[in-house]
């Protein structure tokens, strides 16, 4: 089913550029509020176990300051747990994590981590907070994502981003896998989102796929305002989401 597709801004970019420096400025804060003044529907922040970007102060401010959702990109170890029972975000993206990795990787092993991703899924549910699985696009995934009870997924876009740099037949493959995945996820009634690498030109494609039901993009839209500013780019980011929604030809 095609409906409104949401662009959700990760803010954590803006933290690093503050952190680089010490100090207060960039505030991530005062660039979530400008995104949704440019119409984003959610904010993203990671808080990551080192604390490179987001800190734990940022997360409370967030919480507090926005007018719209806010998604708690973590680890499923227990201090984020408790960090989010304690910070009540309106959704929980658990995602994997190495002290070594400069972003995201890949998505988290749902069928060798199962029980313990349930056991976390269940206890973020129970205080309110809507739990999102960070996978990759293929059907064991999915089925696992299901069966660990997360209401939805996000599916790690970086390998076919990635493709695109490596020719037509790589990258057409590594879409096709996000599009059957997208096909399965609305099959297993878990709602689908989608994230990792996207720029305006892979946002307008794959908002085409009609079971996605949100984007969730940060590092190009923090890089780009350095040249066009944050608004621009996220009025530039949901027009180009918009165009491929509607089956807009480039």
Known sequence: MTGALRLGVNVDHVATVRNARGGAVPDPLRAALLAIAAGADGITAHLREDRRHIRDDDMRRLKEALSVPLNFEMA???????????????????????????????????IGGHDHLAKVTAELAGVGVRV??????????????????????????????????????????????????????????????????????????????????????????????IFVGLSEAILQMRAAMEAGRAGVRP
Not at 80 to 95: E, K, S
Not at 133 to 149: C, D, H, K, N, Y
Not at 174 to 187: H, K, N, P, T
Request: glycine share 8%; proline share 4%.
């Open 132 to 225: 999102s699985l960070f996978i990759e696009p293929t059907v064991q995934a999915l089925q696992a994502a299901r069966s660990i009870g997360a209401p939805v997924v996000e599916l790690h876009t970086g390998a076919w981003c990635e493709a695109l740099a490596h020719g037509e037949t790589r990258a057409e493959r590594e879409f096709e896998r996000l599009r059957l995945a997208a096909i399965e996820a609305e099959a297993q009634g878990i709602e689908c989102h989608a994230g990792h690498g996207l720029d305006y030109a892979t946002a307008r494609t794959i908002a085409a796929l009609p079971q996605l039901r949100e984007l969730n993009i940060g590092h190009f839209l923090i890089g780009e305002a």
């Open 76 to 110: 499923a170890t227990d201090e984020m747990v408790a960090t989010a029972i304690a910070t009540r975000p309106h959704a929980a993206c658990l995602v994997p994590e190495k002290r070594s990795e400069r972003t995201t990787e890949g998505g988290l092993d749902v």
